[in-house]
């Protein structure tokens, strides 16, 4: 499984973007799927899960400003985020796990930056 992150940019802060990410391949099935981040000098960290029968899960940063959503029929998540700070300021990575004879495997996608000034 390949994923492909985008929707990354420059916004001022309260601003909003969209962020999507499209798993591809031959014969396979997506369990959950996330998005994580990293900005410099830190680790990279959960923003937000989406299980493939689960409601969604947010880290506290995010939670009322970011919404997760995905269109299993089009294997694409998305990560709306809105009232964007400076501090969101990042590379966003989408993540997922792919089920395969019963064993899961946790596959990246490349990342996009996203960039909030103030």
């Known amino acids: 499984v390949q994923l492909q992150a985008s929707g990354g940019g420059l916004v001022q802060a309260g601003g909003s973007l969209r962020l999507s990410c499209v798993a591809s391949?031959?014969?396979?099935?997506?369990?959950?799927m996330a998005w994580y981040r990293q900005s410099p000098g830190t680790q990279r960290a959960r923003v937000a899960t989406?299980?493939?029968?689960?409601?969604?899960t947010y880290a506290d940063a995010v939670k009322g400003r970011f919404t997760i959503s995905r269109d299993s029929n089009k294997n694409t998540a998305y990560l709306e985020m809105t009232d964007l700070k400076p501090e969101d300021t990042a590379v966003y990575y989408c993540?997922?796990?792919?089920?395969?004879?019963?064993?899961?495997?946790?596959?990246w996608g490349q990342g996009t930056l996203v960039t909030v000034s103030s």
């Open positions: 391949g031959s014969n396979f099935s997506i369990g959950s």
């Open positions: 989406i299980g493939s029968g689960a409601g969604p």
């Open positions: 993540a997922a796990t792919e089920i395969d004879g019963g064993r899961t495997y946790a596959r």
